[in-house]
Protein backbone atom coordinates (compact mmCIF):
# COMPACT_ATOMS: atom_id res chain seq x y z
CA UNK A 1 0.00 0.00 0.00
CA UNK A 2 1.10 3.56 -0.49
CA UNK A 3 2.11 6.27 2.29
CA UNK A 4 -0.70 7.78 2.68
CA UNK A 5 0.99 9.92 5.23
CA UNK A 6 3.17 12.17 2.20
CA UNK A 7 -0.86 13.36 1.30
CA UNK A 8 -1.78 14.78 4.48
CA UNK A 9 0.10 18.55 4.05
CA UNK A 10 -1.93 18.50 0.33
CA UNK A 11 -5.33 17.56 2.12
CA UNK A 12 -5.08 20.21 5.11
CA UNK A 13 -4.60 22.43 1.62
CA UNK A 14 -7.00 21.40 0.29
CA UNK A 15 -9.49 20.49 3.16
CA UNK A 16 -8.20 24.44 4.19
CA UNK A 17 -9.01 25.73 0.20
CA UNK A 18 -12.57 24.24 0.75
CA UNK A 19 -13.23 26.11 4.05
CA UNK A 20 -12.56 29.34 3.08
CA UNK A 21 -14.66 29.01 -0.20
CA UNK A 22 -17.69 27.89 2.35
CA UNK A 23 -16.75 30.94 4.46
CA UNK A 24 -17.11 33.57 1.70
CA UNK A 25 -19.90 31.95 -0.49
CA UNK A 26 -22.01 30.25 2.83
CA UNK A 27 -23.92 27.38 2.33
CA UNK A 28 -26.69 25.67 0.06
CA UNK A 29 -25.63 26.93 -3.77
CA UNK A 30 -25.61 25.36 -7.01
CA UNK A 31 -22.11 22.43 -7.23
CA UNK A 32 -20.73 23.79 -10.09
CA UNK A 33 -20.68 27.43 -7.67
CA UNK A 34 -18.32 25.58 -5.49
CA UNK A 35 -16.72 23.81 -8.23
CA UNK A 36 -15.24 27.64 -9.42
CA UNK A 37 -14.73 28.89 -6.74
CA UNK A 38 -12.85 25.84 -5.27
CA UNK A 39 -10.51 25.87 -8.21
CA UNK A 40 -9.77 29.26 -8.00
CA UNK A 41 -8.74 29.16 -4.62
CA UNK A 42 -6.58 26.53 -4.83
CA UNK A 43 -4.86 28.26 -7.62
CA UNK A 44 -4.40 30.95 -4.92
CA UNK A 45 -3.02 29.05 -2.65
CA UNK A 46 -0.29 27.70 -5.50
CA UNK A 47 -1.81 24.32 -5.79
CA UNK A 48 -2.46 23.10 -9.77
CA UNK A 49 -5.78 21.38 -10.07
CA UNK A 50 -7.68 20.27 -13.46
CA UNK A 51 -11.52 21.04 -13.40
CA UNK A 52 -13.96 18.71 -14.68
CA UNK A 53 -10.97 15.31 -15.92
CA UNK A 54 -12.51 12.57 -17.69
CA UNK A 55 -12.52 8.93 -16.59
CA UNK A 56 -11.73 6.25 -20.02
CA UNK A 57 -14.19 3.71 -18.76
CA UNK A 58 -13.34 -0.24 -19.78
CA UNK A 59 -15.50 -2.59 -20.54
CA UNK A 60 -13.69 -5.80 -21.74
CA UNK A 61 -10.73 -4.05 -23.36
CA UNK A 62 -12.93 -1.90 -25.12
CA UNK A 63 -13.29 1.97 -24.58
CA UNK A 64 -16.61 3.23 -23.50
CA UNK A 65 -18.47 6.26 -25.47
CA UNK A 66 -19.66 6.90 -21.79
CA UNK A 67 -16.96 9.37 -19.76
CA UNK A 68 -17.16 10.37 -16.04
CA UNK A 69 -15.79 13.71 -14.98
CA UNK A 70 -14.44 14.28 -12.08
CA UNK A 71 -14.99 17.69 -10.29
CA UNK A 72 -11.33 18.77 -9.22
CA UNK A 73 -7.79 16.63 -9.26
CA UNK A 74 -5.05 17.99 -7.80
CA UNK A 75 -2.34 15.72 -8.58
CA UNK A 76 -3.38 12.55 -6.99
CA UNK A 77 -6.34 13.76 -5.22
CA UNK A 78 -9.51 13.62 -6.27
CA UNK A 79 -11.63 16.20 -4.76
CA UNK A 80 -15.53 15.27 -5.23
CA UNK A 81 -17.79 18.23 -4.35
CA UNK A 82 -21.59 17.83 -2.83
CA UNK A 83 -23.79 20.63 -2.61
CA UNK A 84 -26.76 18.56 -0.46
CA UNK A 85 -28.59 18.04 2.65
CA UNK A 86 -26.64 15.25 3.40
CA UNK A 87 -23.91 12.90 2.29
CA UNK A 88 -25.54 9.34 1.21
CA UNK A 89 -23.93 6.17 0.65
CA UNK A 90 -24.29 6.73 -3.35
CA UNK A 91 -21.78 10.37 -2.74
CA UNK A 92 -18.89 8.05 -1.33
CA UNK A 93 -19.71 4.72 -3.90
CA UNK A 94 -19.25 7.62 -6.94
CA UNK A 95 -16.00 8.71 -4.98
CA UNK A 96 -14.47 5.29 -4.23
CA UNK A 97 -15.52 4.12 -7.57
CA UNK A 98 -13.80 6.88 -9.28
CA UNK A 99 -10.62 5.98 -7.30
CA UNK A 100 -10.99 2.43 -8.26
CA UNK A 101 -11.10 3.65 -12.08
CA UNK A 102 -7.77 5.78 -11.88
CA UNK A 103 -5.69 4.27 -9.40
CA UNK A 104 -5.72 7.69 -7.54
CA UNK A 105 -4.60 6.59 -3.81
CA UNK A 106 -6.59 9.68 -2.48
CA UNK A 107 -10.24 10.92 -2.33
CA UNK A 108 -12.28 13.91 -0.73
CA UNK A 109 -15.58 13.86 -0.70
CA UNK A 110 -16.29 17.57 0.15
CA UNK A 111 -19.92 18.62 0.88
CA UNK A 112 -21.02 22.76 0.66
CA UNK A 113 -24.89 22.34 1.47
CA UNK A 114 -24.73 21.96 4.79
CA UNK A 115 -24.44 24.86 7.41
CA UNK A 116 -20.95 23.92 8.36
CA UNK A 117 -18.28 22.14 5.58
CA UNK A 118 -17.99 18.58 5.75
CA UNK A 119 -15.32 16.50 4.39
CA UNK A 120 -14.23 13.05 4.54
CA UNK A 121 -11.15 11.38 3.59
CA UNK A 122 -10.90 8.36 1.51
CA UNK A 123 -8.02 6.33 0.38
CA UNK A 124 -8.06 3.60 -2.06
CA UNK A 125 -5.52 0.25 -1.89
CA UNK A 126 -4.84 -1.11 -5.15
CA UNK A 127 -3.45 -4.35 -4.20
CA UNK A 128 -6.80 -4.94 -2.52
CA UNK A 129 -8.71 -2.97 -5.11
CA UNK A 130 -10.95 -1.39 -1.54
CA UNK A 131 -11.50 2.28 -0.60
CA UNK A 132 -11.46 3.25 3.17
CA UNK A 133 -12.17 6.38 4.68
CA UNK A 134 -9.09 7.87 6.72
CA UNK A 135 -7.82 10.35 9.59
CA UNK A 136 -6.52 14.00 9.28
CA UNK A 137 -2.65 11.96 9.63
CA UNK A 138 -4.13 9.95 6.95
CA UNK A 139 -4.24 6.45 8.91
CA UNK A 140 -7.48 4.25 8.04
CA UNK A 141 -10.19 4.08 10.58
CA UNK A 142 -10.46 0.74 11.76
CA UNK A 143 -14.06 0.91 13.33
CA UNK A 144 -15.50 2.40 10.43
CA UNK A 145 -18.77 1.34 9.58
CA UNK A 146 -18.23 0.55 5.98
CA UNK A 147 -22.05 -1.35 6.26
CA UNK A 148 -23.09 2.22 6.66
CA UNK A 149 -21.21 4.42 5.18
CA UNK A 150 -21.63 2.71 1.86
CA UNK A 151 -25.10 0.79 1.45
CA UNK A 152 -28.37 3.32 0.89
CA UNK A 153 -30.81 1.88 2.96
CA UNK A 154 -33.40 4.32 1.49
CA UNK A 155 -32.89 2.43 -1.91
CA UNK A 156 -33.11 -1.12 -0.52
Given at each position: ?V??SK???K??????S??T????????L??QVY????????L???L??????EI???Y??????????????V???I?????V????????A?L???????????G?L????????????W?Y??DT???FI???S???????????L?D??D?N
Amino acid sequence: MVDLSKYANKVYKIIGSAMTVHSEMGWGLLEQVYQEALHLELLDRGLANEREQEIEIYYKKHILEKKYRMDIVVGDIIVELKSVTSLASAHRAQLCNYLRLTRKPIGLLINFGEESLIGERWAYDEDTNECFIVDRSMKPIDDADYAELLDDEDNN
